[in-house]
């Protein structure tokens, strides 16, 4: 199977070549205690399970491949290896083999966001937060995005969009117990306290996808008179919403009427314009 395309990154080191690169620089050991968090994990949930096993095997074998860290102050920032770290803690290690590397900022958001991305162990919340902060500090578009990761412009559209739901909803679909799929139906819902109120059905009636869309089908014919919707109109209203990644409503009466695409940042507003021009 080919790689995805984008550069060395963590391929380098975690195969053959990372292997090399332990033999050729000096280890250090550290102290647990004096490595941080690496600031751009995307990953904020860590299977407890996983790591107590981690751990357990670490205190038989000990640390058989280095983390590696780079220098942040009086500190080492994590780069590679952050499970180990929490397992050597686990186990109660004194110290922990290390490499370090002279990483710059850039490097080191590559290394930690983008290559967690093309590992796909990410829930959808801390996928959909890694796309927003890659865009944001690397001052790319989406469709830029889109080749480095090796995932269509669209997905990356419509997984950021999940971060509009409330609070509460994103921490169910963090969690699992909504997918992303439901997610995307509650985003069709304008109405904060009818999505809420279907998203608790979601959670007490394990309603699946095809019957959250039979509600919603439900709901609109159901509408007072007045305010019904070409369903023709509506598909088009889908077709841009997939397109451009965010809402999107068509006010049509009598072959007149307007389109109105909205944005939520100066960075959505510049990559719907690309994708207009």
């Given at each position: 199977m080919a790689k995805k395309a984008l550069g060395k990154g963590l391929d380098a080191l975690i195969s053959g070549d990372f292997e090399a690169e332990v033999l050729q620089e000096s280890i250090r050991f550290l102290r647990?205690?004096?490595?941080?968090?690496?600031?751009?994990?995307?990953?904020?949930?860590?299977?407890?399970?996983?790591?107590?096993?981690?751990a357990q095997s670490i205190r038989e074998n000990g640390i058989i491949q280095p983390i590696v860290v780079r220098s942040e102050g009086d500190k080492y920032e994590i780069i590679v290896g952050e499970r180990r770290l929490l397992a050597a803690k686990r186990a109660k290690l004194d110290e922990i083999p290390a490499i370090v590397k002279d990483y710059s900022e850039q490097k080191l958001l590559e290394l930690t966001l983008i290559e967690n991305l093309q590992r796909e162990d990410l829930n959808p919340i801390e996928e959909a937060l890694a796309f927003q902060t890659i865009l944001e500090?690397?001052?790319?578009?989406?469709?830029?995005?889109?080749?480095?990761?090796?995932?269509?412009?669209?997905?990356?559209?419509?997984?950021?969009?999940?971060?509009?739901?409330?609070?509460?909803?994103?921490?169910?679909?963090s969690r699992g117990t909504i997918s992303v799929g439901q997610a995307k139906v509650l985003l069709s819902v304008s109405d904060r306290d009818e999505m809420e109120a279907l998203a608790k059905r979601i959670l007490s009636e394990k309603l699946t996808v095809r019957q959250l869309e039979r509600i919603g089908k439900s709901k609109k014919r159901n509408v007072p008179r007045g305010t019904w919707k070409n369903p023709y109109i509506e598909e088009i209203e889908g077709k841009l919403r997939d397109k451009y990644g965010t809402k999107v409503s068509v006010d049509y009466r009598n072959g007149k009427g307007n389109i109105r695409i909205e944005f939520y940042s100066d960075e959505e507003l510049e990559r719907i314009i690309e994708e207009m021009v």
């Open positions: 647990p205690d004096d490595i941080i968090p690496n600031r751009y994990q995307p990953r904020k949930q860590f299977d407890r399970d996983k790591i107590e096993e981690l500090k690397e001052k790319i578009t989406q469709e830029e995005l889109s080749k480095r990761i090796g995932k269509s412009r669209s997905y990356i559209a419509n997984m950021m969009r999940i971060l509009d739901l409330p609070e509460e909803i994103r921490e169910n679909v």
